[in-house]
C-alpha cells in the first residue's frame, strides 16, 4: 500500500505540481468518489443511497482537516481542487461566534481570532468523537483558547457565549462551507461527498466525522483512510490508463 501510495504521489504530482500533500489527499478522495460512480452495486453506497445503489448527482471529495480544509472533484479523468469565495483552494478549518452569535467560518473567523479568542474553534478534528475524560482531550484543554466542556453523554464539547456545540457540528460547520463551494462551481445543489480521514481514526470518530456530514447536509457515501484512497486512487488510476 506505501509503495503504490508513493507511486500515486509521484502521478500526483506530475499532474498538479503546486498543490500541498494536504491537497492531495482530498484529491484521492474526489478519485475514490469518482470510482464509487462505477461500483454503484457496493455494499457501502447501496446503504447510503436508500439500497437502491445507484449515486446520482455530483461527487465531491473533502479533506476535513485539522488546519485547513479543501474539496476536490473529478472532471473527466482530472482531479481538481476548487477556490473558495476568497480564491483560495484551501479553508481554515476555523468556525467562531461574534458577540452577536454571528457564525463566522473559514478566513473571515480565522482573522478575528486575536480579538475573540474565547469564541474562536480550530483543530476541533483532535476532539471529534472524543470522551471528555480521553488523555487526548485533557491534552488539548492546555492548548487551546477555547472552552471544552463535558456534554451529557460524556463527550468533549465546545463552549461559545455560553451555548454548547459538538465537535460534530464545528466540523458540520465548515464541510457547509466546501458544500457551497462545490455548489458555486457547479451552479447546483451537491449531496454527495467522501471524504477522507486519519488511518488511526476509531469507529467513534468515523461515525462522528459522519454525522457532520449528515448536519451540513451532505450524504457521506464513504469515510475513507487516507491510505486506503491512495492505493483505491492508483488503482482507478492504473485501470483509466488500460482503458485510454
Known sequence: ????????????????????????????????AQSLRHKSDSKDVSKNTGGGGKVK??????????????????????????????????????????????????????????TNPQNTFYATKRLIGRKFNDDEVKKEMQSV???IVRASNGDAWVDANGKTYSPSQ??????????????????????NAVVTVPAYFNDSQ???????GQ????NVLRVVNEPTAAALAYGLEQTNDRNS
Open 1 to 32: 500500500m506505501f509503495v503504490q501510495r508513493r507511486v500515486f504521489d509521484a502521478c500526483l504530482k506530475h499532474l498538479t505540481p503546486r498543490i500541498s500533500h494536504e491537497q492531495s489527499s482530498l484529491i484521492r478522495a474526489s478519485i475514490q
Open 57 to 114: 448527482g455530483h461527487i465531491i471529495g473533502i479533506d476535513l482537516g485539522t488546519t485547513n480544509s479543501c474539496v476536490a472533484i473529478m472532471e473527466g479523468k482530472t482531479p481538481k481542487v476548487l477556490e473558495n469565495a476568497e480564491g483560495m483552494r484551501t479553508t481554515p478549518s476555523v468556525v467562531a461566534f461574534s458577540k452577536d452569535n454571528e457564525r463566522l467560518v473559514g478566513m473571515p473567523a480565522k482573522r478575528q481570532a486575536v
Open 145 to 147: 483558547s477555547f472552552k
Open 170 to 191: 464545528i466540523g458540520a460547520f465548515v464541510l457547509m462551507k466546501m458544500k457551497e463551494t462545490a455548489e458555486n462551481y457547479y451552479g447546483s445543489p451537491v449531496k
Open 206 to 212: 468515523r461515525q462522528a466525522t459522519k454525522d457532520a
Open 215 to 218: 448536519i451540513a447536509g451532505l
